[in-house]
């Protein structure tokens, strides 16, 4: 029987080291992976074949079936330029100027990484979809709560839950080998907090 | 001091323990997903394509889909013979990705590398014999089982019918059939 208790201990012990180890590189390897560019991170080829076992299972978290490179660039952001959690409780301008590539598109996913819920039923802005303002550049605005609504309501803008964080996605589809070689400097949109709920 | 030398092997012996459970766990938990993946499609069979509506909030089968794609997939198992998997291109954003039952994205074909206004893919697995192909392309896929996902760019939504019809285009069937 205090045979049978000590391996159950060690047994339990190798579980607990094990489970550690998992929490650890959980929180640390998407960091480790990915490539910063201001606000916005990325895992240069998500789907690639060559990729280490901790890139392989941190892609099978965050986004199962992804793409190799060059086909598809994704980014995400989960801060605005302050470095700050986007927080669906404040009004927020993404800015961005066209992104050389076949199409683009920009949405917001809820803290569960599925899409938010609105009675627009809009998810999202491409490439196509965008009105673009003067200049060729466009903004968007994120959006928690209605009393934003009357100042934003002509332009490009869509919906967040008013009670927990967010984040941005955006996906840059065949943009060539050139843009991947020049991750860290490539010119991606800003977001910036407008103001906040009282 | 030879108790000492004791406890520490012991304690090294459960890193390292340890380490191979994590490590095994963060090897195979990609193939969980994917089996997770096949199970959700609940109307997937092997071998038969899943088309996809247009993603909204309610979908929950992936996490992080892309509102601004129209998908079909098909859960492919080339164990006794190649898989065939045809389909009409678009002049739109299509492309079509290979994934291996740990989820690595082996190959992808889109409408820029295809001439012509239809495909046909000979999908072998890692132990078919190798067969000269005059009418297609031929992938090689490094596990038997796998999935092969189809993405088409919903764009502003002006061709949304022209892509539902090219869903119904698609086909995916070993070679024996």
Same mark, same amino acid.
């Given at each position: 029987m205090i045979f049978a208790r000590k391996y159950l201990l060690y047994f339990l012990i190798i579980v607990a080291i094990a489970a550690l180890e998992t929490v650890i590189a959980a929180k640390i390897y998407p960091e480790i992976a990915s490539i910063k560019n201001d606000i916005w991170r990325i895992i240069?080829?998500?789907?690639?074949?060559?990729?280490n076992i901790y890139t392989r299972a941190a892609v099978a978290t965050q986004g199962t079936l992804a793409s190799k490179k060059p086909e598809q660039a994704y980014f995400l952001t989960e801060i605005d330029i302050e470095e700050q959690p986007l927080t669906g409780s404040c009004l927020y301008k993404l800015s961005g100027e066209d992104i050389d590539s076949r199409w683009w598109s920009i949405n917001p996913y809820a803290e569960d990484g599925f899409l938010i819920e609105n009675s627009e039923k809009l998810y999202s802005y491409n490439s196509e979809t965008i009105n673009y303002n003067p200049t060729g550049g466009y903004e968007i605005y994120f959006l928690g *709560?209605?009393?934003?609504?009357?100042?934003? *309501?002509d332009k490009n803008w869509l919906r967040v839950n008013s009670d927990e964080n967010f984040s941005i996605a955006l996906r840059v589809y065949n943009p060539g080998e050139e843009f991947f070689s020049n991750l860290k400097r490539v010119n991606l949109p800003i977001v910036e907090k407008v103001r906040c709920s009282e | 001091m030879f108790r000492m030398k004791s406890l520490f092997s012991k304690i090294l012996l459960l890193f390292i323990l340890g380490t191979t459970l994590h490590l095994t766990f963060i090897y195979y938990y990609p193939y969980f997903k994917m089996w997770q993946i096949d199970r959700n499609?609940?109307?997937?069979?092997?071998?038969k394509i899943t088309h996809g509506k247009?993603?909204?909030?309610?979908?929950?089968?992936?996490?992080?889909?892309?509102?601004d794609l129209l998908y079909s997939a098909c859960s492919y198992d080339a164990t006794y013979s190649p898989v065939i998997i045809t389909s009409d291109v678009l002049d739109t954003y299509w492309a079509m990705s290979f994934y291996s039952s740990?989820?690595?994205?082996y190959a992808i074909i889109n409408d820029m590398d295809i001439d012509d206004s239809n495909v046909k893919v000979y999908l072998f697995g890692p132990n078919s014999k190798p067969t000269k192909i005059n009418d297609g392309y031929a992938i090689f896929s490094p596990s038997n089982k796998g999935a092969v996902l189809i993405r088409r760019f919903l764009g502003n939504e002006s061709n949304i019918d022209e892509l539902y019809k090219n869903q119904e285009t698609l086909t995916c069937d070993t070679l024996d059939n």
């Open positions: 240069p080829s998500p789907g690639d074949p060559d990729r *709560s209605n009393e934003f609504i009357t100042e934003i *309501s | 499609n609940t109307s997937m069979s092997v071998n247009k993603i909204d909030s309610n979908y929950r089968d992936i996490i992080r889909p892309s509102p740990n989820s690595d994205n």
